[in-house]
């Protein structure tokens, strides 16, 4: 009942920019919390940026001074800002968002919902 829709993926040099953005939609009556993850060939998905509805924000070490995330509720879309990329920072990128979904019976249900992924590849 939501799907999460990303884009702005691609291949980049080392000390390159990226903008990855994502957006909300089907029967959805709240978001809650949005954010991205990341996940490099052999190593677990981890967290890279999370933003609050009400603008609070939390990043990964690695990333931090480097990456901005923003959202706008309105648009029920959320943009992560890559710059002085590293080959380290080459993943999957994985939108997520705990939000509130609407069933066809009326029923809300609360879940935690992913994006398809995009790839970044950051080349030295």
């Known amino acids: 009942q939501v799907q999460l829709v990303e884009s702005g993926g691609g291949s980049v040099q080392s000390g390159g920019s990226l903008r990855l953005s994502c957006t909300a939609s089907g029967r959805i009556s709240r978001i809650d919390a949005m954010g991205w993850y990341r996940q490099a060939p052999f190593k677990q998905r981890e967290l890279v940026a999370i933003v609050t509805s009400g603008g609070m924000t939390n990043y990964a070490a690695s990333v931090k001074g480097r990456f901005t995330i923003s959202r706008d509720n309105s648009e029920k879309t959320v943009h992560l800002q890559m710059n002085s990329l590293k080959p380290e920072d080459t993943a999957a990128y994985y939108c997520?968002?705990?939000?509130?979904?609407?069933?066809?019976?009326?029923?809300?249900?609360?879940?935690?919902?992913w994006g398809q992924g995009t790839q970044v590849t950051v080349s030295s």
């Open positions: 997520h968002a705990d939000a509130l979904g609407l069933l066809p019976t009326g029923e809300f249900v609360a879940g935690k919902y």
